[in-house]
Every structure is written in structure tokens, then in C-alpha cells.
């Protein structure tokens, strides 16, 4: 990846709602809901205790999320909502920007972009970046930066399969958060990270299980990386 990491990057977080079988979807896409209302509530209030949560331009399209914290009662503050959209994929009419009273949101795209396509209004912020190393993604190292200069000291991935495994991939989730719901879905449903090519088991990342606790019929752990 290009550029060179912070000495202090945001601690991120990756957050997983997911069948049993690791499936965040049916093969159509559908995913309302898998698990159930109190493990929801805990997203929410996970949200409200992260700086930023970040989804990619593909849970944007398929889900078009707010991803405001909505607890009771409501945060103080809003985190900032992150959408990598390296291709500009996002739409105007996306929730993210018609809500923009209720938060920031910034938009993570290639510095290349015409930035035309997106609505121009208070509150909208650009982080305009590199593509990564042979990728035609934004790099995540300079994405880390741009949080790092936004005084963000904490993030949180909620999506989709692609952006967590490219943040995995990259070495950069520090805990998992993971929501897991009694059902299965298949091997035709869609699964919560991409490919990760690895080559040998030793080379795969590692993370410690800190506690499980049940809501409801699902299963919330937690985990921290080795």
C-alpha cells in the first residue's frame, strides 16, 4: 500500500452479524434481519462508542444504511459515517447524504474522481486518496491517515464482505465484534469477508476470544487480535 502508517491510527473495529454459518446474506442479497432486536440494540450502541463507522459503496447500494447510533437515549455525538467509494458508485439520493443533519459523513474515494456526482452541502466532508498498491481501491494506509488528521481515535467496519477483508488483509483490525444468529444460510448465501488468499495456516490472522454473551437466541463475541 502506498504512504506510510500513523504512529497512532485509529483502533479499529470490525463488527460481524452473521448466520452460523458466516453468511451476512441470502445469495440474493436480502439480510433484513438475521439476527435479532437486542443484538441490533448492541450495534447501536456500539456505533455511539466509536469516533467513525465505515461501510463500502456495496452495503450502501444494497442496504442504503443510515448508520446513525440510534440508542435510548440518543448520543450526544454522532460518529462520523465513512463510506470507500473508490468508483463513485454511491448515489445523491443515498440516506447517508439526506441526513446529513443528524451527522457528518465523509466520503473515501480516489483522488481522481470528479466529485460532481455527489451532493454538495454542509456537512459532507472528501477524503481524497491513492489507490493502493497494483489496487484500484483507495489505499487503507492513507485512509488510516485521513482518519488519524480528523482526530478520529477509534473506527468501526460494518460492511461489507470486500471492505473487512481488505482491512484484514492490511493487518489493521485490532477487535471483532461478532453478532451470530441461529440459522444457516449456505454456501450460496454471501459470506462476511472476501478472499484473503492465504497460502498456509500459519500465515492466517489470529485473534483471542475475550468473552461470549448471550441476547436473546443469538450470540454476541468478542475477540482481540494475537
Not at 36 to 53: I, S, Y
Amino acid at each position: 500500500m502506498s504512504g506510510s502508517a500513523p504512529s497512532l491510527r485509529p483502533v479499529v473495529t470490525l463488527k460481524l452479524a452473521t448466520s452460523l454459518d458466516g453468511r451476512i446474506a441470502l445469495a440474493s442479497g436480502r439480510s433484513r434481519w438475521i439476527t435479532g432486536e437486542a443484538a441490533r440494540a448492541e450495534v447501536h450502541r456500539l456505533r455511539a462508542a466509536h469516533d467513525a463507522v465505515i461501510v463500502g459503496s456495496e452495503t450502501v447500494l444494497a442496504d442504503d444504511p443510515e448508520l446513525t447510533a440510534r440508542t435510548d437515549p440518543m448520543p450526544e455525538k454522532q460518529p462520523l459515517r465513512v463510506v470507500a467509494d473508490s468508483r463513485g458508485r454511491v448515489p445523491a439520493s443515498a440516506k447517508l447524504f439526506s441526513t446529513l443533519e443528524m451527522g457528518p459523513v465523509a466520503v473515501a474515494t480516489l483522488e481522481t474522481m470528479d466529485l460532481e456526482r455527489w451532493p454538495s452541502t454542509r456537512g459532507l466532508q472528501f477524503w481524497m486518496l491513492p489507490a493502493g498498491e497494483g489496487s484500484s481501491s483507495v489505499s487503507l494506509i492513507e485512509m488510516m491517515n485521513s482518519a488519524q488528521r480528523a482526530g478520529l481515535a477509534s473506527m468501526m467496519v460494518e460492511g461489507g464482505g470486500q471492505l473487512a477483508a481488505s482491512f484484514v488483509k492490511a493487518g489493521l483490525v485490532d477487535r471483532i465484534e461478532w453478532f451470530r444468529a441461529p440459522v444457516l444460510l449456505g454456501g450460496d448465501g454471501r459470506p462476511c469477508l472476501g478472499a484473503l488468499v492465504i497460502e498456509a495456516l500459519d500465515a492466517a490472522p489470529r485473534f483471542a476470544r475475550t468473552s461470549v454473551r448471550e441476547l436473546g437466541v443469538d450470540l454476541w463475541e468478542s475477540y482481540t487480535r494475537v
